[in-house]
Nanobody, 126 residues
Framework: VQLQASGGGLVQAGGSLRLSCAAS????????IGWFRQAPGKEREFVAA?????????YYADSVKGRFTTTRDNAKSTMYLQMNSLKPEDTAVYYC???????????????????WGQGTLVTVSS
């Protein structure tokens, strides 16, 4: 299984970016796919996820709720993270991740995910 994240870049505060995560090798029909981010000197933190076990319900960190939207395109085996109203504090390396059998209480925990993409850097200037 491979996850390939792309779409990062440099954007001014208030701008938008769309990240993509292409999956190859299999689908995760009974698991979760998610986005995490890691800023310099900080721990990796949850951003958003789609839980296939709950009918593809989406979950968001409070810090991005209302600004970020995650979607998936099954035909393309690709997940997206649309990021609007970006802030300098959103600057980080963004990772996509996937795993099977992730229960709701673990959906925000990085170690619950088995597969990880390589990360894509998002820099938001003030």
């Amino acid at each position: 299984v491979q996850l390939q994240a792309s779409g990062g870049g440099l954007v001014q505060a208030g701008g938008s970016l769309r990240l993509s995560c292409a999956a190859s090798g299999r689908t995760f029909s009974n698991g979760a796919i998610g986005w995490f981010r890691q800023a310099p000197g900080k721990e990796r933190e949850f951003v958003a996820a789609i839980n296939r076990r709950s009918g593809s319900r989406t979950y968001y960190a409070d810090s991005v709720k209302g600004r970020f939207t995650t979607t998936r395109d099954n035909a393309k085996s690709t997940m997206y993270l649309q990021m609007n109203s970006l802030k300098p504090e959103d600057t980080a390396v963004y990772y996509c991740a996937a795993g099977d059998g992730i229960i709701l209480s673990s959906i925000q925990i990085p170690r619950a995910y088995t597969y990880w993409g390589q990360g894509t850097l998002v820099t938001v200037s003030s």
